[in-house]
C-alpha cells in the first residue's frame, strides 16, 4: 500500500505542477474565457497548482508539507468541480477533477493515517 500511495503522490505532483505550467504560460486566457472567471485569477489558480505540485515533491521528504499540498489542491479541485457543474457542463466535465479531487484526498488521508 505504501508504495501505490508513493506511485499516487509522484503523479499527482507531475499532473499539478504540468497544469498550472499550462496555465501560467498562455493557457489562462484561454480558460477564464470559457470559465467566466478573470485572466488574474486563473493565473492565481495556476501558480497555486506549481506549488501545490512542488509540495507533494518535497512532501517525500518533508511529511507536513504534503499535508499542506494536498489538502490545499483538494480545495483547488473542490472549486474546479463546482465550477464545471455550476455552469451546466454535466458531469464528463468535471470527471477530470473529480478524480483528481479524489486522489488528493488519499493521498491527504494516508499522510495523516502515518502521522
Same mark, same amino acid.
Given at each position: 500500500?505504501?508504495?501505490?500511495?508513493?506511485?499516487?503522490?509522484?503523479?499527482?505532483?507531475?499532473? #499539478?505542477?504540468? $497544469?498550472g505550467v499550462t496555465k501560467i504560460t498562455g493557457g489562462a486566457v484561454n480558460m477564464a474565457e470559457g470559465l467566466g472567471y478573470t485572466v488574474g485569477f486563473m493565473y492565481f489558480i495556476g501558480l497555486c497548482e506549481i506549488l501545490g505540485g512542488i509540495g507533494? #515533491?518535497?512532501? #517525500?521528504w518533508k511529511s507536513k508539507i504534503t499535508l499542506i499540498a494536498s489538502s490545499g489542491l483538494a480545495i483547488l479541485m473542490i472549486g474546479a468541480v463546482y465550477t464545471h457543474l455550476s455552469l451546466g457542463q454535466g458531469f464528463g466535465a468535471?470527471?477530470? $477533477?473529480?478524480?483528481?479531487?479524489?486522489l488528493g484526498i488519499v493521498?491527504?488521508?494516508?499522510?495523516?493515517?502515518?502521522e
Open positions: 500500500m505504501k508504495w501505490m500511495n508513493v506511485i499516487i503522490q509522484g503523479l499527482l505532483a507531475v499532473v #499539478f505542477t504540468l $497544469s507533494l #515533491f518535497v512532501g #517525500f468535471a470527471m477530470p $477533477s473529480f478524480i483528481l479531487l479524489v493521498v491527504l488521508l494516508q499522510k495523516i493515517q502515518r
